[in-house]
């Protein structure tokens, strides 16, 4: 043994191979723990988020394990000769960013495929939106990685900021309008104002469902099979009207007039029972029927129910108001003409009079 360690010491790389050996059994000893040990306390659990974050990175922590053992040898005098003491290292510690880079990298885009289906199904943001944002999150963490790399070979980031910096103004210059639309979809998504299935009302204007919120602009299905394309600037300073928020469900309103003559809690009756008789109306909030007033020829009567969905609107008040016609005519309730009570007179100044 002491033979042993003599022959080590007169040969400084056998000592530096003795200590990556060392280190690469310490980290055969953390590849067993954490397979016997830490596996097996995460399968226990019901999360699954700690299961995930042991896949991606087991392989990273034995790598760096082996790295520090390498760092190690390296620093054991005598020092490496130039340029070899700074450029073994900095090889080293770049090879470990890059293997935690990567598990980062993985896991990234192990969460945003199983949030991409969710996030579309829900309509919270459309394709294109969601594809951005996960382009941009990759870009931002690779360069990450790459000035970090950089750093270790100690390179000066300085001229590389400051041109970054001016060619970031030109592009903003020449992309103003662009990024205002960018941004206005930014604002948009982080407001929530609306989200695809949503349907909206633009500046009491223009009225149809949300198909997709772009990069750049907003595309709105009109019921008249109409796609309307509205830029994302124009909508973030405009006034919305959402149907479907906050709760999906959409109250319309049907006027009726009855004449004086009848019974007004019989006409209550019959239109609580044509709204109950729709199967599209909800009961719940129940229906409500309103005397809005006395008009000229009639009393203005105004039932109020609810749909499950705001695109059911025209057909339902369509449907509602053939039941009105037809109850009314079953329980002998008029709706009447207008009338007028015109006076006419003749030379002599009488007055004749007609009611019409």
């Given at each position: 043994?002491?033979?042993?360690?003599?022959?080590?010491?007169?040969?400084?790389?056998?000592?530096?191979?003795?200590?990556?050996?060392?280190?690469?059994?310490?980290?055969?000893?953390?590849?067993?723990?954490?397979?016997?040990?830490?596996?097996?306390?995460?399968?226990?659990?019901?999360?699954?988020?700690?299961?995930?974050?042991?896949?991606?990175?087991?392989?990273?922590?034995?790598?760096?394990?082996?790295?520090?053992?390498?760092?190690?040898?390296?620093?054991?005098?005598?020092?490496?000769?130039?340029?070899?003491?700074?450029?073994?290292?900095?090889?080293?510690?770049?090879?470990?960013?890059?293997?935690?880079?990567?598990?980062?990298?993985?896991?990234?885009?192990?969460?945003?495929?199983?949030?991409?289906?969710?996030?579309?199904?829900?309509?919270?943001?459309?394709?294109?939106?969601?594809?951005?944002?996960?382009?941009?999150?990759?870009?931002?963490?690779?360069?990450?990685?790459?000035l970090w790399i950089l750093a270790t070979w100690?390179?000066?980031?300085?001229?590389?900021?400051?041109?970054?910096?001016?060619?970031?103004?030109?592009?903003?210059?020449?992309?103003?309008?662009?990024?205002?639309?960018?941004?206005?979809?930014?604002?948009?998504?982080?407001?929530?104002?609306?989200?695809?299935?949503?349907?909206?009302?633009?500046?009491?204007?223009?009225?149809?469902?949300?198909?997709?919120?772009?990069?750049?602009?907003?595309?709105?299905?009109?019921?008249?099979?109409?796609?309307?394309?509205?830029?994302?600037?124009?909508?973030?300073?405009?006034k919305i009207i959402n149907e479907s928020a906050?709760?999906?469900?959409?109250?319309?309103?049907?006027?009726?007039?009855?004449?004086?003559?009848?019974?007004?809690?019989?006409?209550?009756?019959?239109?609580?029972?044509?709204?109950?008789?729709?199967?599209?109306?909800?009961?719940?909030?129940?229906?409500?029927?309103?005397?809005?007033?006395?008009?000229?020829?009639?009393?203005?009567?105004?039932?109020?129910?609810?749909?499950?969905?705001?695109?059911?609107?025209?057909?339902?008040?369509?449907?509602?108001?053939?039941?009105?016609?037809?109850?009314?005519?079953?329980?002998?309730?008029?709706?009447?003409?207008?009338?007028?009570?015109?006076?006419?007179?003749?030379?002599?100044?009488?007055?004749?009079?007609?009611?019409?």
């Amino acid at each position: 043994m002491e033979q042993v360690l003599n022959l080590l010491k007169s040969s400084i790389w056998l000592e530096r191979l003795a200590v990556v050996v060392a280190y690469a059994f310490l980290a055969k000893f953390c590849d067993i723990f954490v397979i016997r040990v830490v596996r097996r306390m995460t399968a226990r659990t019901a999360i699954k988020a700690d299961d995930l974050i042991v896949d991606f990175f087991h392989a990273p922590v034995i790598w760096t394990v082996l790295a520090i053992g390498i760092l190690h040898a390296l620093t054991l005098p005598p020092a490496l000769s130039p340029p070899w003491h700074t450029a073994l290292p900095a090889l080293v510690k770049s090879l470990v960013i890059f293997v935690w880079g990567g598990a980062v990298f993985r896991l990234f885009n192990r969460i945003a495929d199983q949030n991409l289906v969710e996030a579309l199904s829900r309509g919270r943001i459309g394709n294109d939106l969601y594809n951005l944002f996960y382009n941009m999150a990759r870009v931002v963490l690779i360069v990450a990685i790459f000035l970090w790399i950089l750093a270790t070979w100690r390179v000066n980031l300085t001229p590389m900021f400051a041109s970054a910096g001016i060619v970031g103004i030109a592009i903003a210059l020449a992309a103003k309008d662009t990024l205002s639309n960018f941004f206005g979809g930014i604002s948009i998504f982080a407001d929530r104002t609306y989200k695809v299935g949503d349907y909206i009302i633009v500046d009491n204007k223009d009225r149809g469902e949300v198909v997709d919120i772009g990069i750049r602009s907003t595309r709105i299905k009109t019921r008249d099979d109409v796609l309307i394309t509205i830029p994302n600037a124009i909508l973030a300073n405009a006034k919305i009207i959402n149907e479907s928020a906050p709760q999906p469900r959409f109250r319309i309103r049907v006027p009726v007039g009855v004449s004086y003559e009848s019974d007004l809690d019989q006409v209550e009756e019959v239109l609580l029972a044509v709204a109950a008789n729709n199967p599209e109306v909800v009961k719940d909030p129940a229906p409500r029927v309103r005397v809005r007033g006395f008009a000229d020829s009639a009393v203005n009567f105004e039932l109020l129910c609810w749909l499950e969905d705001p695109r059911l609107k025209g057909r339902e008040i369509h449907h509602i108001l053939k039941a009105i016609f037809k109850a009314f005519g079953e329980n002998h309730i008029t709706i009447p003409y207008p009338q007028r009570d015109i006076h006419l007179k003749n030379e002599e100044k009488a007055g004749v009079s007609f009611k019409m």
